[in-house]
Structure formats: structure tokens, C-alpha cells
């Protein structure tokens, strides 16, 4: 089964990073956080590359000595730009590369959670999502965006959808026993974005994350642990994923879902 205590940071940061205090009534809940994540609290902002800042509004992510990096990056369902997307979330190419015939009921492991935007789209369009992320810094980032999101009336009923576990999907998924009818890949890409806040997220992450060089693994297992499908998010002209080719894939402006059939062999 999947571990429930995040990660060390030693592992998958790739930068170095603290945690930064903006208010000391917060001084407990920081603390807590530099246990689980094994990051020092940090006096300054500047004091390193990247600081995970815990104040009142939740946490946040920020790079103060880049002076193309300004301003924070946080995970927050709560907005009006959400709040709009979620009206149209069945027009969502990534919940119809879950199929057709998924019932709401549907569980849906995502592998490599990031952010969480993606997990809180399928939840908000009906499916039961479990949820990993093994980075440290993501996975305090998701958690705080979840809590925050669960306490608003228009999310509280998506976030009941969504179990998050901080910690690497491959030690949940056991090969030859299907854990969820569909598993969700999305490894780290470079990649071109069509706004800026988004291609700051991206560049912000790419900070404090490796590239999913052992991504390669993870899909094996997935194939084995996916009762109907696996689906894997990839740059619009990229390569398969372990040039493996997809039993069809939707594409967008800049992004494709590659969708791999395994239903039909998990008895096998």
C-alpha cells in the first residue's frame, strides 16, 4: 500500500527551499509542516532559491531572488475562473478520454496528482479519485488547496470526491490486481502554455521537481492495475509514453490524451 507520510524532500526537490513563516501566529502549523516535509524554516523570504510560504490565505510557492519569477503560486479551487470551468467541466477533452460509458461512480487512481487541477476536473464531473503525489512541496500545496476548497459551499461536494495521499502511487498499485477501473498518467513535460499564470505554475514546478525520468515503470504497473484504461497526458507532438502506442488518443491545441484499452486482457 502507498505510504502516508510525505516523502523526503532529499529525494525529489531539486532546489534548495524553506519554509517561510509571513505570520508568526502560524508558527505551530509551520512547524508541522517542516516535520512532514523535512524543509527548514527559513528567517527571510531570500534566504534560499524557492520558499513555501504559510500565511493566513494557505500556503504558496515563490522564487523571490528571480526576477523573471514574481509573485506566488498556490492551489485554489475557489476562484471565479474555476467556478466558470466547472459549468462546462462535461466539454472537458480529459473527461472524455475516460470513456464514454464511465459511470459516476467510476474510480479513477491519479498516479501523479501535481497541482490537483486535473483530479478536481474528473471529481467535479462525478468521479471518485484517489489521489498521489510523492513530490514534498506539491503534495503540501495539494493538501492546503483541498482543505481550503472543502470549507467553501461550491467545492465542498467535489472535494467529498477526492482522497489524497501524499506519497508514490507505485507502492499502492499492485501489478495483476486491479485497484481502479482507470488510472491517470500526466508526467512532467516541458511544454508551451496559452497564459501566463499557467506557464508560471509550470516554471515554478519545474524549480522544485525532476523530470518523470522513472515515469516508465509506473505506466507498466499501471497497465496491470487498470480494470478499463489507462490514460496519459502528453504534449500534443510528443512521443508516446514508452513508445507504447495508444489505442486512440483526443488532441488539443497544445496537448493530447492518449487512451490504452486494458480491460479486455486483465483476466488474462
Not at 499502492?172 to 485497484?179: I, W
Given at each position: 500500500?502507498?505510504?502516508?507520510?510525505f516523502?523526503?524532500?532529499?529525494?525529489?526537490?531539486?532546489c534548495?527551499?524553506?519554509?517561510?513563516?509571513?505570520d508568526?501566529?502560524?508558527?505551530?502549523?509551520?512547524?508541522?509542516?517542516?516535520?512532514?516535509?523535512?524543509?527548514?524554516?527559513?528567517?527571510?523570504?531570500?534566504?534560499?532559491e524557492?520558499?513555501?510560504?504559510?500565511?493566513?490565505?494557505?500556503?504558496?510557492?515563490?522564487r523571490?531572488?528571480?526576477?523573471?519569477m514574481?509573485?506566488?503560486v498556490?492551489?485554489?479551487?475557489?476562484?471565479?475562473?474555476?467556478?466558470?470551468?466547472?459549468?462546462?467541466?462535461?466539454?472537458e477533452?480529459?473527461?472524455k478520454?475516460?470513456?464514454?460509458?464511465?459511470?459516476?461512480?467510476?474510480?479513477?487512481?491519479?498516479?501523479?496528482?501535481g497541482?490537483?487541477?486535473?483530479?478536481?476536473?474528473l471529481?467535479?464531473?462525478?468521479?471518485?479519485?484517489?489521489?498521489?503525489?510523492?513530490n514534498?512541496?506539491?503534495?503540501?500545496?495539494?493538501a492546503?488547496?483541498?482543505n481550503?476548497?472543502s470549507?467553501?459551499?461550491?467545492?465542498?461536494?467535489?472535494?467529498?470526491?477526492?482522497r489524497?495521499?501524499p506519497?508514490?502511487?507505485?507502492?499502492?498499485?499492485?501489478?495483476g490486481?486491479?485497484?481502479?477501473?482507470i488510472?491517470?498518467l500526466?508526467?512532467m513535460?516541458p511544454?508551451t502554455?496559452?497564459?501566463?499564470?499557467?506557464?508560471?505554475?509550470?516554471q515554478?514546478i519545474?524549480?522544485?521537481?525532476?523530470?518523470?525520468?522513472?515515469?516508465?515503470?509506473?505506466?507498466?504497473?499501471?497497465?496491470?492495475?487498470?480494470g478499463?484504461?489507462v490514460?496519459v497526458?502528453?504534449?500534443?507532438?510528443?512521443p508516446?509514453?514508452?513508445?507504447?502506442?495508444?489505442d486512440?488518443?483526443l488532441?488539443?491545441?497544445?496537448?493530447?490524451f492518449?487512451?490504452?484499452?486494458?480491460?479486455?486482457?486483465?483476466?488474462?
Amino acid at each position: 500500500m502507498c505510504r502516508q507520510s510525505f516523502p523526503q524532500p532529499a529525494e525529489k526537490t531539486c532546489c534548495p527551499i524553506g519554509i517561510y513563516i509571513a505570520d508568526p501566529g502560524l508558527k505551530s502549523a509551520a512547524e508541522i509542516l517542516a516535520v512532514k516535509t523535512g524543509l527548514p524554516i527559513i528567517n527571510t523570504r531570500s534566504q534560499l532559491e524557492t520558499a513555501l510560504i504559510v500565511s493566513q490565505n494557505g500556503l504558496s510557492l515563490a522564487r523571490p531572488n528571480d526576477a523573471e519569477m514574481t509573485g506566488t503560486v498556490q492551489v485554489d479551487f475557489t476562484t471565479g475562473a474555476w467556478i466558470r470551468r466547472l459549468k462546462r467541466v462535461g466539454t472537458e477533452r480529459l473527461v472524455k478520454a475516460m470513456g464514454k460509458k464511465s459511470r459516476k461512480a467510476t474510480r479513477i487512481v491519479d498516479a501523479t496528482g501535481g497541482l490537483g487541477r486535473d483530479s478536481f476536473l474528473l471529481a467535479a464531473a462525478g468521479f471518485q479519485l484517489q489521489v498521489f503525489e510523492r513530490n514534498p512541496v506539491l503534495a503540501a500545496l495539494l493538501a492546503d488547496g483541498l482543505n481550503r476548497a472543502s470549507k467553501t459551499a461550491v467545492s465542498e461536494k467535489i472535494c467529498r470526491r477526492i482522497r489524497f495521499s501524499p506519497g508514490d502511487a507505485i507502492d499502492f498499485l499492485a501489478p495483476g490486481e486491479a485497484v481502479a477501473e482507470i488510472i491517470y498518467l500526466d508526467p512532467m513535460f516541458p511544454g508551451t502554455t496559452s497564459t501566463a499564470k499557467v506557464k508560471k505554475d509550470l516554471q515554478m514546478i519545474q524549480h522544485v521537481t525532476d523530470e518523470d525520468a522513472d515515469i516508465d515503470p509506473l505506466f507498466a504497473c499501471a497497465l496491470q492495475a487498470a480494470g478499463e484504461r489507462v490514460v496519459v497526458k502528453r504534449p500534443k507532438k510528443g512521443p508516446w509514453l514508452s513508445d507504447r502506442r495508444p489505442d486512440y488518443s483526443l488532441a488539443g491545441t497544445t496537448i493530447r490524451f492518449d487512451v490504452y484499452l486494458v480491460g479486455s486482457r486483465c483476466g488474462q
